[in-house]
């Protein structure tokens, strides 16, 4: 017969499986808690996604609708059909509906840059969070700054008269979904890093990962 002290034991770990999250999450690293909103999932993002995995989701939909639009540059419908659709990929609550998932690229990225940086400011957090956490929420902000800018172009196109003037913003659109999704070489050394001005979302990725190998937190 068990034990009172056994009872005791199995009755908290049923209590700790029955817990709601928040309240599980109290035991658990505060540091990992942040991390994992961001890489492995989040409440509201599309199928529950991490914030930086929505954020490259929603940047490849708008890649391939800016590329869509490019297809005939004579076609000014066509491309503020297009545009709208990246719109909504950088920002549902610019466009209601389109192809992305509704979160958005600007959602995503600042997201994923807000809660890298609770990481590093949490508790207990090890010196690899800190520093990785610098890269990441430096290339997520060069996204955002970057998503501001899509769809300033986005908009223009949208308002464009002539199709000329749509293809001139298409090509800017084009190199900047570009560079969100894969960063750019800014100080033209050959190489995409995470500093300002340089990294985006490929980029945030990349630390990302390395932070969590070195963290234990690979699955």
């Known amino acids: 017969m068990p034990s009172t002290i056994t009872r005791a034991l ?4 049923l209590f700790a499986l029955a817990a709601p999250p928040s309240l599980r999450a109290q035991t658990e690293d505060p540091a990992h808690v ?11 993002t599309p199928e529950g996604l991490g914030l930086l995995p929505a954020a490259v989701a929603e940047a490849q939909v708008a890649a391939q609708h800016a590329g869509l639009a490019a297809r005939d540059p004579t076609n000014l419908d066509g491309m503020k059909r297009h545009a709208g659709h990246v719109l909504h990929a950088l920002d549902p609550s610019t466009v209601e509906s389109g192809p992305g998932g509704g979160y958005g690229v600007k959602a995503g990225a600042d997201g994923a840059a807000r809660h890298i940086e609770l990481a590093a400011a949490s508790e ?3 010196e690899n969070v800190k520093l990785h956490a610098n890269h990441v929420a430096t290339a997520a902000s060069n996204v955002s700054g970057w998503t501001d800018e899509a769809i300033e172009l986005a908009r223009g196109i949208q308002s464009a008269t002539t199709a000329d003037e749509a293809a001139e913003k298409l090509h800017e659109l084009i190199q900047l979904t570009d560079a969100i999704a894969n960063g750019r070489d800014t100080d033209g050394d050959g190489r995409i890093g995470w500093q300002e001005g340089e990294g985006g979302l490929a980029q945030a990725s990349q630390h990302l990962t390395l932070m969590r190998n070195a963290e234990g937190l690979a699955g």
Not at 10 to 13: G, K, M, T, V
Not at 34 to 44: E, L, M, N, Q, S
Request: hydrophobic share 45%; aromatic share 6%; no cysteine.
């Open 10 to 13: 199995s009755a908290l770990a």
């Open 34 to 44: 942040h991390i994992g909103h961001v890489a492995d999932g989040f409440r509201g």
């Open 124 to 126: 207990g957090a090890t």
